[in-house]
């Protein structure tokens, strides 16, 4: 079965250190890996994806995506964290067999504090 | 993200009514999803649908159906709503996977439905 899991509720970070948001799947097949970002009432906002090449993907906003095939995580990283990056991340994989169906993660809170 | 838009944003109902949330896209896109926001479960696919023809169960389909009436609108009903069916809803969109960015989804804005 496939399935995403985002171990941390909430991570807790300042303004200006680097931030990371865990993510591990688990996925039959090559795995296609996507992180979303939702603001408060405004719907999920595309980031990165992993398809396939180089383990670390940028994105949008100065974030990036490290891909780990042995320990099946897909961590976003960013290197300097901004007041305005406090939202809500999603990680989500795509389905193995069903190449038009997506599974998220439960969300990760992020709070960066000044 | 005005591409994709959903009405209406916010609905109280009550148990046994039905109700039916829309969504639009002018985004020419052919695929459209369902999901439901649950705390702590993230999203969960009700219904996803290629064409007008083609309408597909996600995993939580019980107690929902669809109606794709156009490329362009996708609608949501539930039939005799109940309390746990109190979430936010989003619809999505995406090109086709043969295209650059067929894995990429477009969200709307949600409807807050709440079922007392």
């Known amino acids: 079965a496939q399935s995403v899991a985002q171990p941390e509720d909430q991570v807790n970070v300042a303004e200006g250190n680097p931030l990371t948001v865990k993510c591990t799947y688990s996925v039959s097949g090559n795995p296609y890996l996507f992180w979303y970002v939702q603001y408060p009432n405004r719907g999920l906002q595309f980031l990165l994806k992993?398809?396939?090449?180089?383990?670390l993907v940028k994105g949008s906003y100065g974030f990036e995506a490290e891909f780990n095939k042995s320990q099946t995580s897909f961590h976003l990283k960013k290197p300097s964290a901004l007041v305005s990056d406090s939202a809500l991340y999603f990680c989500a994989v795509r389905d193995g067999g069903n190449f038009n169906k997506f599974y998220f993660g439960s969300g990760t809170k992020l709070n960066v504090k000044p | 993200d005005a591409d994709v838009t959903q009405t209406p944003r916010n609905r109280i109902t009550k148990t046994g009514k039905r109700i039916m949330l829309e969504c639009s896209q002018t985004?020419?896109?052919?695929?459209m999803y369902w999901y439901r926001q649950d705390p702590g479960l993230g999203l969960r696919l009700i219904y996803y649908?290629?064409?007008?023809?083609?309408?597909n169960k996600g995993e939580i389909s019980d107690g929902y159906s669809v109606s794709r009436q156009a490329q362009a609108k996708f609608s949501l009903s539930l039939e005799s709503a109940i309390p746990n069916q109190t979430a936010l809803y989003f619809c999505?969109?995406?090109?086709?996977?043969?295209?650059?960015?067929?894995?990429?989804?477009?969200f709307g804005p949600g409807t807050r439905l709440t079922v007392l």
């Open positions: 985004k020419g896109h052919d695929r």
């Open positions: 649908s290629f064409d007008v023809k083609d309408i």
């Open positions: 992993y398809i396939t090449g180089d383990n």
């Open positions: 999505a969109t995406s090109e086709p996977l043969t295209s650059g960015r067929g894995n990429e989804q477009f």
